[in-house]
């Protein structure tokens, strides 16, 4: 981020502090596609995507002022958007794995060339596989799958949100990689 | 592309990453925006957050010719209205302004009591002298300029005209009272 967007953030964010709510809004419109779309992947499910994400932007700027510039205010709203996620999750008493990977094998790429200009039906289709996929993890895979190599954070982001070491967030990753690419390769997902 | 920071990655797993890195986020909701903000602005917010933006939310001013009239009146009337209340009645101020401070003295060595009485006391005999050791009475009594009649009353019984008065008037019963014209300064 540059130092100018990080300084517009931190303007916008001490307005709110002080009352003015309006300026919460550009911080919304700024990061509600991440939001939603890391919600929608921890959870591996379309419905209830929005509900959680509003109540994630409602609950970061109830949480306002606990936000010490520590780190980014991205990673912070990501870090909450995590913990709404798994409060829903554990609310519905979410299954382990809400896809036989059976199942999965339907959505196979069966011969489409991977070097063509990918179309948009070719989006939604990886989409719907990368759903998929997610859904056949545990939960705790999915978590870091979608923090580290979907959002892209650095492990010392990724082990302070899961609240575990860099080095067993390293590990967690290596394993949660394994598997996604087990289960792909079982969907005749080619990467 | 590397893993856990150091070790080169496989070709699958450098492949699984660039997929990955390509999964699409869902797109912009104009919509999303608008709901989460209604719900955050219709959410109780702590009360000096709200006494804050009652103080200090800058709001439209609209005005016409005869709203401001109006309001320029009753303005006017709500500065001086006061300031006339306060002023009151037009009169002479006899407490505080143009007083004359009057020794009174009488000579009455076997006296126990001496007072003034006049029209400054509605003749009554309210104002004491006291006894100095040469057996003179003596009092001060702040006047506003006009005359005055009155009398010495001697142990609370016996009324006596100032005998060094410069003026006497009768009291139509037979006595006399002694006259003081104190003038305006």
Partial sequence: MSDDIQRQEEDWIARCRKGETQYFRFLVERYERMVRGVIRR????EHDVDELAQQSFVSAYEK????NGSCQFSTWLCQIALNKARDAMRARRHRESDLDVGELELMSDGDVPQAQIETQQEKQRRDRQLQAALGALKPEDREVIVLKYLQEYDYDCVSGML????QAAKVRSLRARERLKDILQRMGVKL | MKTMDNEPLSTD??????????????????????????????RPRPWHVRLRRFLFAPRPLQWNVAGL????????????APMLIARGPVAP???????????????APGAHQVALAGDFSQWQARVPLRKKADGTWVAELPLA???YEYVFVVDGERWVADPHATSYREDGFG???AVLSVPSI
């Fill in chain 2, 69 to 80: 009239a109006a309001t320029v009146g009753l303005v006017t009337i709500a500065v001086v």
């Fill in chain 2, 145 to 147: 300029p006009g005359s």
């Fill in chain 1, 163 to 166: 609240g575990c070491t860099v």
């Fill in chain 1, 64 to 67: 306002l002022a606990q936000f």
């Fill in chain 2, 93 to 107: 101020d006899i407490g505080a302004v143009n007083v004359t401070t009057v020794r009174f003295e009488y000579r």
């Fill in chain 1, 42 to 45: 921890l959870i591996a499910a």
């Fill in chain 2, 13 to 42: 797993d450098a492949r699984l990453e660039a997929w990955l890195a390509r999964a699409p986020l869902p797109p912009a909701s104009p919509a999303f925006c608008e709901r989460a903000m209604r719900a955050i602005e219709d």
């Fill in chain 2, 175 to 177: 006595n006399r009272n």
